[in-house]
């Protein structure tokens, strides 16, 4: 199993400002690096509850100790699991938007365009009927374009392109692998830069396949709510619609007096640890308080 080493973890440790006894919840278990983290903090006499969609990383953390409650389902559910368990009111809560190691070189969902034999899968919760393939082969060609523009911020004259191709392809053999896209992309799109031109391609259907940026919004609201007065909210995102979400509501609190933001500016990694963890290099930290 590959390791994933959370992003940013000293800053999140003191930007929660947890000590012992507190009640904390971890949005995004994944590996749940983080979760180890904050189970530190509040120490032996503290709560932890930690949310992870994907059964599969919570089978790879091993061993819950007593004070940590693990619930399997997606993050949006944040009010429901919190009252079930005790949470009603939380003195921090994190979320890690990013996506594990795990999901892109070991799941074998389709997450990359590393390997072209892998089914266009991509969703984080393995019950899920919704998949990259089937919104591909489902999504009409309009759709299809709206969704490269808005959640790949690609242009929209190669969006409409790839649209087109895609429609066009469809109608003699049906998307499975990743290589099927893969093709389309190498038709449609002219590479540009560093960056592999499929890049931007799949994160917006991995976007589209999870409803990532729908609940986000709904699950950040939610968590303010649970929040304890004095509480902190911690958000790191990984991509600017991410980020974007989370700073104008964050802003949105402050102007109405309900909180403080702690992050003037987000919060991002140290050369030295982009240097031993790269995928922390587009990682954005923001924190409020609420009053």
């Not at 507190?22 to 983290?37: E, F, V």
């Not at 932890?48 to 389902?73: C, S, Y």
């Not at 190498?186 to 830069?193: D, E, F, P």
């Amino acid at each position: 199993m590959s390791i994933h080493v959370p992003v940013l973890a000293g800053e999140v440790k003191v930007l929660l400002n947890l000590k012992d006894g507190d009640k904390a919840i971890d949005a995004t278990m994944g590996a749940g690096g983080h979760t180890r983290g904050i189970l530190f903090s509040v120490g032996g006499s503290g709560r932890v509850l930690a949310i992870e969609q994907d059964v599969e990383m919570i089978k790879m953390f091993g061993d819950v100790p007593q004070n940590l409650t693990v619930e399997n389902a997606n993050f949006r559910q944040i009010d429901d699991l919190a009252e079930r368990n005790g949470f009603a009111t939380a003195d921090a809560i994190l979320f890690d938007l990013g996506i594990s190691r795990w999901h892109f070189i070991e799941s074998g969902r389709g997450f990359t365009f590393g390997n072209p034999n892998e089914p266009l899968i991509m969703n984080l919760d393995k019950n899920s009927d919704v998949s990259a393939a089937s919104i591909l082969n489902s999504m009409d060609e309009r759709g299809l374009a709206g969704m490269f523009a808005e959640l790949g911020e690609i242009r929209p004259d190669i969006a409409r392109k790839l649209a087109r191709e895609i429609a066009e392809t469809r109608k003699k053999r049906k998307f499975v692998k990743v290589g099927d896209l893969l093709a389309v992309v190498s038709k449609a799109v002219l590479k540009r830069g560093k960056l592999h031109e499929a890049t931007k391609i799949f994160q917006a259907l991995r976007i589209k396949v999870n409803e990532e940026l729908e609940n986000l919004d709904i699950a950040q609201k939610k968590a303010f709510d649970i929040l304890a007065t004095g509480g902190h909210l911690a958000i790191i995102s990984f991509h600017s619609l991410e980020d974007r979400i989370v700073k104008n509501y964050f802003r949105e609190l402050s102007k109405n007096g309900k909180a403080v933001i702690l992050t003037k500016k987000p919060v991002i990694a140290r050369r030295e640890e982009i240097l031993q963890n790269p995928s922390a290099r587009s990682a954005k930290l923001r924190v409020i308080e609420k009053i």
